[in-house]
């Protein structure tokens, strides 16, 4: 190579000043698009929390002649113009625990959909998740060919891609009826002196929302442990076959112990989901605001009411209802990070 | 201390059925095959209801005409409610897709393993847990309650914009994953012939990552087009065609065809459950093609 070739002709070549523009002009653009996820985060929690707070929609809280910035004054002063406090200041904390939701006389206690929303998550929840691991279980384990499978596996998760307002359509038609006289009917002459059974089953009820929301976890329930139990190294089988264990005996003390990290994490993500569902359950609930302790009769969740009563909702009403969205976002956000803390947390490594 | 080794008879190593743990054995199994075929049930019931009861009342007319007034069976379509979908699912896909995918490729190309990066994979996975009926309520006191488009209330925007919401996680999260999946050296080759960042990631990159974050779009679009919570209080419903003098029928009160399903549903005309049923068949339908699209876009990248 000539002395004075080299550096002259292979100068590195340098970006052009427009180039560099672009440059730093696409990464600002992106970091501002993915900043966009926190705003909205932000803004969605900082707009149903003044919703609760005050009454009256955003633009008049802001507005500058009546709005937030002369004051805020209590509902019981009925000559006063302007702001008024929302269901938040007034009910506090007993919002959770009072059971009347009277809309005529201003009182408002979500109690009754706060039990219904975690009485029909948590049922659904542990009808599901044995069904769902089974599943998963079958599916990896090699029973059946590898096509047929990969087909259910793909049935499942299409059921988890059937929009859940034709799923409560079906419910509300189909499978009610259909499971009042086969499971809900004979369970209330069987055992009705159990208060949870007491009610005679009549129509839409709280049993099946339960069964309509484990139709609709159990795809995310399979899917995640199929994938988690895939995940494990064939030398864990391996090894539990060499020393003589059964196929279930492998499963139910190595395969399953491994996978558990994703199998809990795919059950708090379904927790989450049925939590916040609403059009099936909607649906098939039978919407009603009174406390009833039986499994037949009537009950709530809080998206089925704010689904409900949002429509018609006024002043005050609407705020009760923007706090009960509070209560259902503050239950599915520690539902979510605990689901991605478990996972993180009991995630075994195999290198 | 005096080890008895354990005495092996002759047939201690073959397969006896009789014992307990080949019987628990062979119940778990079975028990696990019931399992998985009562997973597998809800869809083939679902599927049958929707084709027989949805499959009769679908019918050319019901894509040009307007569903009755209550009570009476004349006409008998759901035109209106086709395009309403339509329309809404365009505009939170034209929301949704640049702002996801730019947001993606931040977090694949630009900031990989930085705080703020691991901040938004934070924030992406809270925001697709956020209930959709909570979506509904947050685009309600924002965009409708305030009346800031155009001082119109109810809008086909704005349930384009709740749906934008929801569509954001999945599309984030795919770009982000489809992009991680594009090999290094790709990007080093289109360093070393001097392209600049910009060209790298638009010409090589996103080029190469096409087909999953095409398969996320899919499902994603999928998806919101069978949401109804967050329409119920953004679009409201209408009985008429898009009224096309306010902004091309987009900033008036729209139907959509899964709001109709909630409508029509539990009303007591059968002319209306029937209309439920061919929507709930032309929505099942529809997103029964989206999923074998995706699944098709999924191994033509496989390939």
Known sequence: MGAGSGPARFTLRQKTPSERLVDQGFVHLTRLLASMVGVVLALIFLTVLLQSLFQGNLSDIFDAEHGIWHGVHSAANEDTLGLLWGALPEFGLSFLSHTRWDPVR??????????GTLLTSLMALAIAVPIGVGTAVFLTEDYLPEKIRTVIGFMVELLAAIPSVVLGLWAFF???PFLRQVLFLPAHHLLGWIPFFSAVPTGPNTASAVMILVVMVLPIITAISRDSLNQLPIELR?????????????????????????????????????????????MIIGNSTNFNVSWFSPGGTIASLLANQFG?????????????????????????????WIVRRLSLRYE | MTI??????????????????????RGLTAVAAMFSLIAVLPLILVLIYVLIKGGASIHPR????????????????????IIGTIAVTAIGALVSIPVGIGG??????????????DAVRFGVNVLSGVPSIICGLFVYALVVNTRVIFGESFTAVAGGISLAVLM?????????????????????????????????????VLPAAIAPIATGVVLAIARAAGETAPLIFTCLFSPFWPDWERGLGLLAPVATMSVQIYNFGVMPFETQRELAWAASFVLVVLILGANLLARWLARFTAR
């Open chain 1, 174 to 176: 189909i499978m009610e």
């Open chain 1, 238 to 282: 391996q090894g539990a076959y060499a020393v003589g264990t059964t196929r279930w005996g492998t499963v139910m003390q190595i395969l399953v112990p491994a996978a558990i990290s994703g199998i809990v994490g795919g059950t708090m993500l379904a927790l989450g989901r049925a939590l916040g569902e609403t059009m099936a359950v909607t």
């Open chain 1, 106 to 115: 201003d009182i408002y206690g979500a109690f009754p959909s706060i039990y």
């Open chain 2, 104 to 117: 993606g490729i931040y977090l694949a190309e630009m900031g990989r393993t930085t705080k703020f990066a």
């Open chain 1, 312 to 340: 018609e909702a006024e002043g005050m009403q609407v705020s009760a209802l923007y706090y009960a969205a509070l209560v259902l976002i503050v239950m599915t956000f520690l539902v979510n990070v605990a689901a991605q």
């Open chain 2, 168 to 204: 954001l996680p999945t599309i984030i999260k795919t770009t982000d994953e489809g992009m991680k999946l594009v090999p290094h050296e790709l990007r080093l080759a289109a360093y070393g012939v001097g392209a600049s960042r910009f060209v790298t990631i638009t010409r090589v």
């Open chain 2, 4 to 25: 008895t080794a354990p005495r092996l008879g002759a047939t201690s190593l073959l397969y006896e059925s009789s014992k307990p743990r080949n019987i628990v054995n």
């Open chain 2, 62 to 81: 019901i894509f040009f005409e307007l569903p009755p007034p209550p009570g009476l069976s004349e006409p008998k379509g759901m035109g209106n409610a």
